[in-house]
């Protein structure tokens, strides 16, 4: 597996705190126009607390494979998809209450074997 794991300066710092270990799963949804696939991170694993806990996709059961990049541990599922060039994470919220960490899969925030890679 060739995937390049891009963190920003705040994910680096959030997922350090949480002990350095991060979990991502794809979240199929549905809406009037169509399908699509979100990613879901967490710094636990699924249904380990309330946050992590919330989407239908986090009570199913997963096949977490592990990745090490730059002192961090990714445990991914993609399901029967190809993984991504590039998977990236950034945190948003202001408030430390309501902080999240967000994954992107090649730059974007919905996934498929359809995203292109990012551009150089």
């Known amino acids: 597996m060739d995937m390049k794991v891009v963190t920003s300066e705040r994910a680096s710092a959030f997922i350090g705190e949480r002990g350095g270990q991060v979990w991502v ?4 949804r549905r809406g009037l126009v169509g399908s699509f696939v979100w990613l879901e991170a967490h710094c636990e694993p699924p249904r380990s607390s309330r946050r992590s806990g919330f989407t239908r996709s986090s009570r199913r059961p997963h096949r977490f494979r592990a990745l090490q990049s730059d002192g961090l ?3 991914y599922d993609w399901g029967r998809l190809d993984p991504p060039d590039e998977l990236h ?3 948003k919220g202001w408030r430390k209450a309501t902080r999240r960490l967000e994954a992107y899969w090649n730059g974007c925030v919905f996934a498929g074997d359809d995203v292109p890679p990012p551009r150089r």
């Open 89 to 91: 994470f950034d945190v």
């Open 25 to 28: 799963w794809l979240d199929p």
């Open 73 to 75: 541990t990714v445990h």
